[in-house]
Each structure stands twice: as structure tokens, then as C-alpha cells.
């Protein structure tokens, strides 16, 4: 198989274009004009391809993600992580980067510290008791029709507050009434709902304006 076309082109759109002839096996340049065909053998193809595999894996290693900056957090190579089990476990092991660690981090369950671990339980657990209050997913919204209800946390008062939305769906969950967000609040508690669902963290000094 051939690739044809002028120098020019064959820089812009290819750069060098490894190729081969079954019946020749050797490296051969054809000049006709301004136009140029390349071919290679086989062996020298796949060494070409090789080649530029390690240059890739090589820039793949030296890259590194920042530490903070909304990137999830990812274990290196031998690095300990844990994670949470199906049935509100945390367990630990070395990382290794096979398939299987892959999937954990695909879903966030990888965490730097068992603290961090132990903090995504908690969230799940307050999520899955506010739900129970909450609206149903599959509920049409129809912006002239009824209110939805949400649990928010007022910055200016320090306080968590219940508001509505009429035509804008936003990340979070939606209670039928007020009042049904209210009993959500004190049934699951308004501290652990101010500090796993709304990511409140009093320990922390706030920036006032």
C-alpha cells in the first residue's frame, strides 16, 4: 500500500508516513518532480511504532496532576489507599494501577486517608436518609405548576435555610413541600446534614466580606 502526495503535503498532513510493500521489503524512495513516495520495510515499521511507544510512555510517567484544584485524588504506584466496601467497610491495600483499582477510581472510591474514606460514608448515609423525604427523579417539572424545595446553607447567617425553584434544576435534592424538607432536616440531623451534604466544615475559619 502507497501514500501518495508532494513533499508538502506529506509534512503537513502526515510527517513522515511509515509504509510498506509486501513484495519488496526494502526501503526504497521514488522522486518523480515535486511528488515522493516513502516506503519501509516491515521490521522497520514496527521498530518505528515501537519507538514512539516508549516516547509516549515516557511523557505519560512525567506527567502529574496537581495536588488540589478539583482534580479527584489518585494513588501512585505502591502508593496505601482505601476504600469502602458494599457493606460500609474501609479497607486498605497498595495501589497497582490493574484493571481492577481502575474501576474503584473510575466510581471515587479511592481515598488518601481513612479519615477521607470514612467522610464519603457518612455522606452517602445522610444522602440516602434525606431521600427518603425527598421527590421521586422521574417527576416532570412544569415551571407554572408547584414548588421544589431544597436545603441550602446561608453564608451571610451562618444558618441552613430551605428555598424553592420553579424553572431551574439544580444538583441536589428536591423535597414536595417545605415542610417535608424540614422534617428531612431534623430527622437526619441539621449538623450532619450542614457538614456531609452541604460540605459545612465549622472547623475551618470563614472569609467574611
Known sequence: MLVYGTEEEIARAYGEKIIYENQFYKKKYVKNKQRRTIQMTKEEMIKKIEGSKEVLEELLKNLTLPEHGGKRWRPAMDQ???????????????????????????????????????????????????????????????????????????????????????????????????????????????????????????DKPRKRG
Open 80 to 202: 496505601r489507599y482505601f476504600y469502602t466496601g458494599s457493606l460500609g467497610e474501609i479497607f486498605n491495600t497498595i495501589w497497582d494501577d490493574g484493571l481492577e483499582v481502575d474501576d474503584m477510581y473510575a466510581i471515587g472510591n479511592a481515598f488518601p486517608s481513612y479519615e477521607a474514606a470514612e467522610f464519603e460514608l457518612e455522606r452517602r448515609k445522610v444522602i440516602a436518609e434525606l431521600s427518603d423525604f425527598a421527590e421521586d427523579n422521574d417527576i416532570v417539572w412544569d415551571r407554572y405548576k408547584g414548588r421544589h424545595w431544597y436545603i441550602e446553607y446561608d453564608l451571610i447567617t451562618n444558618t441552613v435555610t430551605i428555598s424553592f425553584c420553579l424553572a431551574h434544576k439544580y444538583a441536589c435534592l428536591y423535597f414536595p413541600s417545605e415542610e417535608a424538607a424540614r422534617a428531612a432536616i431534623k430527622a437526619v440531623g441539621e449538623e450532619r446534614v450542614k457538614k456531609y451534604y452541604l460540605g459545612v466544615n465549622d
